[in-house]
């Protein structure tokens, strides 16, 4: 069985983009995301459904996690994340999930390394979605005050903790302390 590896963390803080660089890096898979929230631009890591189609997906039972978030449904298909398992051409399998979400993979899979990404300074995360431009201040607002709710849950969970900063220059350090992580299995 492949390493999964579930990122936590707060909306902004680079689950998204070190997702990406453990595929282009160390050659993980990454399973799509569906959703029913708005296509944002240069997107190609989701999916979009309506509510109705995923709802009917939840009662079907063919996701391997699911969760509301800032009023929008996300979530992975089961089938995809086994298919990715059991694949040879790949290293293991990176999501990025919502704490629940994290929750519902470990309770099906087992082995998994949790790793939360955290900011080094909460400052600069309100700052970071702002300047992502997809979102309004409102929804803005709603993300961060699901974060500090998540960060607080983060400090008592079994998880390795990396705080990200947000400077590009240190992209290298904080993927160093992700990998360190993933070999040591999670292990704080």
């Not at 979009?48 to 079907?60: A, C, K």
């Not at 607002?141 to 969970?157: F, L, P, Q, S, T």
């Not at 290298?172 to 040591?184: H, N, S, T, Y």
Request: glycine residues 10%.
């Amino acid at each position: 069985m492949k390493k999964a590896v579930c990122f936590i963390g707060p909306s902004g803080v680079g689950k998204s983009f070190y997702a990406k660089l453990l595929v282009k890096e160390l050659g993980f898979a990454r399973p799509k995301t569906i959703t029913t929230r708005r296509p944002r631009p240069d997107d190609d890591n989701h999916i979009y459904f309506s509510p109705e189609e995923f709802l009917d997906m939840i009662r079907n039972g063919a996701l391997l996690e699911w969760d509301e978030y800032s009023g929008n449904y996300y979530g992975i298909m089961l089938d995809e994340f086994q298919s990715l398992t059991l694949d040879k051409k790949n290293n293991g399998v990176v999501m990025d999930l919502t704490l629940n979400g994290c929750k519902q993979v470990k309770e099906l899979h087992g082995e998994v390394i949790v790793i939360a990404l955290l900011p080094d300074d909460v400052s600069w995360l309100k700052k970071r979605l702002v300047e992502r431009g997809v979102n309004g201040i409102d929804e803005i607002e709603k993300r961060m005050k699901i974060a500090e709710g998540d960060m607080d849950v983060i400090g008592k969970i079994d998880a390795s903790v990396v705080y990200c900063r947000f400077e590009p220059e240190n992209t290298d350090e904080v993927l160093g302390d992700i990998v360190r992580a993933i070999r040591e299995g999670g292990k704080r």
